[in-house]
């Protein structure tokens, strides 16, 4: 995170302690498996994401994961590059689930904290897809200043579009995240962001699963 707004980060920290955590997760579908499931990350790209910046937690519960970032920001206005105004971050997950299950993920929870100048927009919008499968549809939520304050979305699929990765296989689980700010309109004195990053682990994004029990093979 640039140093200028490092004071606000650390507010939305102390704002978000303990709100994000995977333990507090609804169940979707089927029971979780009782089993061992890992998660690690096996590429990240991005400008909002350089390696090493994001990191996987699963619920002891196995009813959800959690993905936070440390460097994941979007800013505009005063003091800003035109880079900066757009960031984004595709994540391939290696996800290993007990034998005889298959998951989808059914809710994604977005958290983060926004400082937008009157005048000035915020984008926060996601989509998912299993390796070799086309990617979800997009979800997107706007923002609009003056705001300053942690924010939050939510984006849920119906059960019966949930797309469950195949049985028996294993393939990379990819999210694809975007913010981006719009200062236009704002007063060219201010400087205006988005974030999803934290500096202590107290934000994050939460997945929740869904889980299937895959037919016996014959």
């Given amino acids: 995170m640039l140093s200028t707004l490092s ?72 003091g800003s590059k035109p880079t900066d105004s757009r960031k984004n971050c595709q994540i391939a997950l290696n996800v290993h689930v007990p034998q005889g299950f298959t998951y989808a993920v059914a809710r994604a929870d977005y958290r983060g904290y926004a400082s937008l100048a009157k005048g000035a927009r915020g984008l926060e919008q996601a989509g998912y897809y299993f390796q070799g499968q086309q990617q979800t549809a997009r979800k ?16 849920e699929t119906d059960v019966d579009a949930l797309v469950y990765a195949p049985c028996g296989e294993e393939r990379y689980f990819n999210i694809n995240t975007e913010m981006r700010v719009d200062a236009k309109s704002a007063d060219p004195k201010a400087t205006s962001y988005m974030a999803m990053d934290s500096t202590d682990g107290n934000i994050n994004t939460v997945y929740h699963f869904a889980w299937k029990e895959c037919p016996a093979r014959k």
């Avoid at 096996?42 to 440390?70: E, K, Q």
């Avoid at 609009?144 to 984006?155: A, E, K, L, R, V």
């Fill in 140 to 155: 997107s939520h706007t923002f609009t200043g003056p705001y300053d304050s942690n924010w939050q979305t939510s984006d």
């Fill in 7 to 78: 004071a606000g980060a650390a507010v939305a920290s102390l704002l978000l302690a303990g709100s994000a955590s995977p333990t507090t997760a609804h169940r979707f579908g089927d029971d979780p498996p009782s089993g061992k499931i890992t998660i690690t990350v096996a590429t990240v790209n991005g400008s909002g994401c350089r390696p090493g910046s994001a990191a996987v937690a699963i619920a002891p519960d196995n009813t959800a994961f959690t993905v936070t970032y440390s460097e994941y920001l979007a800013q505009a206005g005063a």
